[in-house]
């Protein structure tokens, strides 16, 4: 199955900076979908984007998707400690429910 | 409801032991889903089922045995496990729409398993 493949992977910005990470695959897909995970517990989706797509929003979320490219963006924006987290990336390539994720960011907000 | 509830939070088993990890949710939500997942790694496919059916393991050695009893529940059966097992075990749940439809995933918080 095919993985999204973050860059960076790690990532450490002070409080009220923007945080961007990357995403790249490798197959064609169906929607990207970004999560986070805090200290090793359980993931949280954050949001999807389908592959007829190419923005969108949900808070100070922004992600983007260049399905030429095979890649995705996910910005936050105006960082704040609680979103110390690690960040993924999955995709779903042929609908049949076999989410794939990518190798993760660990973002560190510093106050 | 809008959670996925996994029990235990945290379970030491020894390698001759038999032990269960549980997953429920009340969604609605007809695709559940096991993943594992090892220290700084992303999680990993384990198994789905669709409908209470089995639609896909991805090669899971027989010592981790699934089985959804109902459309809410879904148990993972460990019997004979090695240490290298020993990882956060995520249970997710979605719409049975490819990919989880507009909304994705539903994590549960996770069974620490140690296997000693």
């Excluded at chain 1, 949001?47 to 929003?57: C, M, P, Q, T, V």
């Excluded at chain 2, 996925?4 to 009340?26: A, D, F, I, R, Y």
């Excluded at chain 2, 049975?96 to 140690?114: A, P």
Aim: hydrophobic fraction near 30%; glycine fraction near 8%; charge should be positive.
């Amino acid at each position: 199955s095919q993985q999204g493949e973050e860059d960076p992977q790690a990532l450490s910005i002070q409080e009220g900076e923007n945080a961007t990470m990357n995403c790249s695959y490798k197959t064609s897909i169906n929607n990207l979908q970004w999560y986070r995970q805090n200290s090793g517990r359980g993931l949280v989706h954050l949001i999807l984007i389908r592959s007829n797509e190419r923005e969108k929003h949900s808070g100070r979320l922004r992600v983007t998707l260049d399905t030429s490219k095979k890649s995705s963006s996910l910005l936050i924006t105006a960082s704040r400690a609680a979103d110390t987290a690690s960040y993924f990336c999955a995709t779903d390539a042929g609908g049949n429910n076999r989410l794939a994720f990518g190798k993760g960011n660990q973002v560190v907000v510093i106050p | 409801d809008t959670e996925v509830t996994q029990t235990p939070k945290h379970l030491v088993m020894g390698m001759t032991n038999k032990k269960s990890l549980k997953c429920e949710q009340h969604m609605g939500h007809r695709a559940m889903y096991w993943y594992k997942q090892k220290a700084k790694k992303p999680p990993e496919l384990m198994f789905v089922y669709s409908y209470e059916k089995l639609s896909i393991n991805e090669s899971v050695p027989s010592r981790f045995s699934p089985e959804c009893p109902n459309s809410s529940l879904l148990n993972l059966h460990l019997h004979a496990l090695q240490p290298e097992d020993s990882a956060l075990y995520l249970c997710a749940s979605s719409p049975v729409t490819g990919g989880g439809g507009s909304t994705g995933y539903t994590f549960g918080s996770g069974t620490r398993l140690t296997v000693v």
